[in-house]
């Protein structure tokens, strides 16, 4: 059974294309086959974050327009059996691209990989509409900001009017520390207020810019917290949804305050 | 240092968290998202409920609120409007 889910946000720069290239990553390591289609034409992001950019040949509009077969634009992530990126067009824009050809190719796509991973350009326009289309379901992405929940609300029903299943939440860069003294919103907050299930939470974290500096989706690593999260967020995606959440308050207590200041400990901890 | 200083700052002062903040301003940003209903346009309609109102009690506009809330499946007016007194017994406004 094979499954295409959108990853999708409204707003931009809350972590899409991350999250998508790192779900990605999470279900090939434990053994599924999956494309992630970066479905952004003309502000290609997808293949930097996965570190594959040196790679591109052909390009989702090159295959959509004939010019060149699917497996051949098609580029396997050497570090993990069975991942493949389809990176977008970066010189042409969305209107490239009409919702009858996307749905197209997410059918042989979804022919060939247990799951297709669509990383949806921020908006509401046509890009958007390219993107959920051929979409199974979808997968919100925001963080606890009012701008980006607000942006999540208004995505959650065109979600719906596009007729796809109750989407499933991604909580990005959560801040225990600020959470902690009231000055984020909690788990909870965001819950009452989006009204749709929690699929996982991702912590702020300096490592997701490491990573990205180095084309290497933290995912790969198996010591990192913020990899633990989305491996987790992977496997209740595969069908496993009790697998638990991770406690991301370590690192905030006063001891660990009280050792920064005196120069003990380094500030490479989840941020504050 | 700063963290410290934020923190102590609560406790004594006792601040309020911004997280509140944040809650009660969505609330109200996705209701108006949502039926398309400007904060003047629900003044003006607030000032138009009370003054139907008015005619028949005395009301306290002070503590006067009608507001919009979001349910589960439907968004509901509420409306708060604490009466003084009846103003006259058996009239009817013209």
Redesign the interface.
């Known amino acids: 059974m094979s499954e295409c889910i959108v990853i999708t946000s409204g707003k931009g720069g809350v972590g899409k294309t991350t999250t998508t290239a790192n779900l990605g990553v999470a279900l090939a390591l434990q053994g599924a086959t999956v494309a992630v289609v970066d479905a952004d034409i003309g502000l290609r992001n997808l293949d930097v974050i996965l570190g594959l950019e040196n790679r591109i040949v052909y390009d989702l509009v090159h295959v959509i327009e004939g010019e060149c077969r699917l497996k051949q634009a098609l580029i396997r992530d050497k570090r993990v059996e069975g991942l493949f990126l389809l990176p977008a067009a970066q010189t042409r824009d969305k209107n490239a691209v009409t919702p009858g050809q996307m749905r197209e190719l997410v059918q042989k796509l979804k022919a060939e990989f247990d799951y297709v991973l669509i990383d949806c350009p921020a908006g509401i326009e046509q890009g958007f509409k390219n993107a959920v289309t051929g979409a199974d379901r979808a997968v919100i992405v925001t963080t606890p900001?009012?701008s980006a929940?607000?942006d999540a609300?208004?995505i959650i029903?065109m979600v719906e009017a596009a007729e796809l299943p109750e989407p499933t939440l991604i909580i990005n860069r959560y801040r225990s520390?600020m959470?902690q003294?009231?000055?984020?919103?909690?788990k909870e907050?965001i819950l009452e207020?989006l009204a749709i299930p929690l699929l996982g939470m991702v912590p702020d974290h300096e490592e997701i810019i490491i990573s990205a500096n180095r084309g290497i989706p933290v995912s790969f690593n198996d010591e990192s917290i913020v990899g633990e999260a989305y491996r987790r967020i992977g496997r209740r995606m595969a069908g496993e949804p009790d697998v638990p959440e991770l406690d991301f308050s370590d690192g905030g207590g006063l001891w660990t305050?009280f050792k920064r200041?005196v120069g003990l400990q380094p500030a490479q901890e989840v941020a504050? | 240092m700063n963290e410290m200083k934020q923190l102590l700052s609560r406790i004594f002062r006792n601040a309020p968290q911004s997280k509140e903040d944040a809650k009660q301003r969505l609330k109200i940003l996705l209701i108006h998202d949502q039926v398309d209903l400007t904060p003047a346009q629900l003044e003006a309609m607030q000032e138009e409920i009370t003054a139907v109102i008015q005619k028949y009690v005395e009301i306290d506009r002070e503590n006067t609120e009608v507001r919009l809330e979001r349910g589960e499946n439907r968004i509901a007016l509420i409306s708060s409007v604490p009466v003084r007194r009846v103003i006259e017994r058996g009239a009817v406004p013209a």
């Open positions: 900001e009012v929940i607000r609300d208004r029903g520390k959470v003294r009231g000055d984020m919103m909690n907050d207020i305050t200041w504050s």
